[in-house]
């Protein structure tokens, strides 16, 4: 028996049949650890590794600003503006992107304060949420919104932290942290 960790470990979302890099069947070597997933034409350990997703709420005084999007994931619902991490990025960076492409808004990372980070996971997958906050005057650029018919709102955070505002509970949750106030349900 032996130690996995002098091999290089490819880390992957979701638990590959063929390796990735050479196109070999996955198969499984036994280490201290117990069975690892295991390319042996590359000599790779595999380990499943969580996907970053980020949101921002960027706080304009006592109001956030909200995105209403007509797309079917946020039906019914105003939105923070976030989403996934790209395999290069590093969070901060993932979250101005999105910023970006969702309201025009750009800022620099040092401005970004990271309020939670959440691990999530169902039998398939995993997540890292991290959410952080972003003082709009610390922002450049002019609101726009990423498509037409989509709009930007700019909400209380009493209503949004009140339930006044339809959101998502975990949306509600991070708006309630960045403004340190606390969540009522
Ligand atoms: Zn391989």
Redesign the pocket.
């Known amino acids: 028996m032996e130690d996995y960790d002098r091999f290089d470990i490819y880390s992957v979302a979701l638990d590959p049949e063929y390796?990735p890099?050479?196109g070999?069947e996955v198969g499984s070597r036994e280490f201290d650890a117990g069975p690892m997933d295991w390319?042996g034409?590359?000599e790779?350990v595999f380990s499943r590794g969580p996907i970053a997703a980020v949101h921002v709420v960027v706080r304009d005084d006592d109001h956030v600003l909200l995105l209403d999007e007509l797309i079917p994931q946020h039906d019914g619902v105003l939105s923070l503006p976030g989403g996934h991490a790209h395999h290069d990025e590093g969070p901060r960076e993932a979250v101005l992107r999105e910023l970006e492409e969702e309201t025009a808004l750009a800022a620099t990372p040092d401005a970004l304060s990271l309020v939670t980070v959440y691990h999530a996971e169902t039998d398939a997958v995993a997540f890292h949420f991290a959410t952080y906050a972003l003082e709009y005057a610390d922002t450049t650029g002019t609101l726009s919104p990423e498509a037409d018919g989509f709009e930007i709102r700019r909400e209380p955070v009493d209503d949004v932290v009140g339930g006044a505002v339809p959101i998502r509970d975990s949306d509600r949750e991070r708006v309630a942290a960045a403004f340190d106030r606390e969540h009522p349900l």
């Open positions: 390796c890099q050479c070999s390319c034409d590359c790779l």
